[in-house]
């Protein structure tokens, strides 16, 4: 059974930091490509950051370069979005997701809320 759990979201004041985690499960972690989402309310679902198999490559969207790192541990099945400077902008459900040529994978997200 193929299994994303996100994890790490929550309250942060502006400025702060968080780091979210996929912890995941049923299918060969290093063949997929991995991405983080975001979907904040009434706003379509975008892309945050996207990894290689083996953690080379990197790619961020434009709004989140210099604040937020994706990176990968393949002996633990787990990617993670290290998340600084945080906005209250970047107030979202943060989902991840595994993508190869023959399927795609996403988690359930975790709610980050930026909020003084």
């Known amino acids: 059974q193929v299994q994303l759990v996100e994890s790490g979201g929550g309250l942060v004041q502006p400025g702060g930091s968080l780091r979210l985690s996929c912890t995941t499960s049923g299918f060969t972690f290093n063949n997929y490509v991995m991405r983080w989402y975001r979907q904040a309310p009434g706003k379509e679902r975008e892309l945050v950051a996207s990894?290689?198999?083996?953690?080379?490559?990197?790619d961020y969207a434009d709004s989140m370069k210099g604040r937020f790192t994706i990176f990968r541990d393949n002996a633990k099945n787990t990617v993670y979005l290290q998340m600084n400077s945080l906005k209250p902008e970047d107030t979202a459900v943060y989902y991840c997701m595994a993508q190869s040529p023959r399927n795609n994978y996403w988690g359930q997200g975790t709610q980050v809320t930026v909020s003084s």
């Open positions: 990894i290689s198999r083996f953690g080379g490559n990197t």
